[in-house]
């Protein structure tokens, strides 16, 4: 049959069939773009497409698209949240590794950050206190707010201790 061509996908004998005209959704990182118009192949067993040339054409582009997007959004996250811990590139990079002008890069997009990168920066976004707990000290502020924000969570974990020695008879 003309109409029919076996799947590359699955080897179904029962082939392809011919499918035009459809609206296909692409999905990236919780963005979503829609392709309308495509045209191909598909395999009834496996929902294996193979698209017509153009339509290739049309779903990559808007594939990349996607990607772009999906890196921009990326890269301005980043930086608010830098910005909003109080972090200069230098020190968020000596946090994270990749190298003194990893951040310059990952917010100019001339490189990605690694997926752990995005994580821990989303974890400080929502818990930024954690910070002090992976800062290494010399990265930390100089002068009068880094020495009150050491002396307060002395004096909280001080507070801690004693509340529960007070269960202990002196
Ligand atoms: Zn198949």
Redesign the pocket.
Known sequence: MANRRS??????KRG?ARFENERFTIEHAGLRKTVDGLSGWR??????VVFDPESARLYAAAGDELLLQSRKREQKELKRIRQKLDLTQQAAAEITGGGHNAFSRYERGTAQPLPAVMNLFRILDRHPELLREILPRRVRKRGGTASATTRSTQARRRTVRSAGSQKIPL
Do not use: L, T
């Open positions: 799947c590359s996908a699955c080897g179904d392809m395999c009834g067993a496996c929902d294996e």
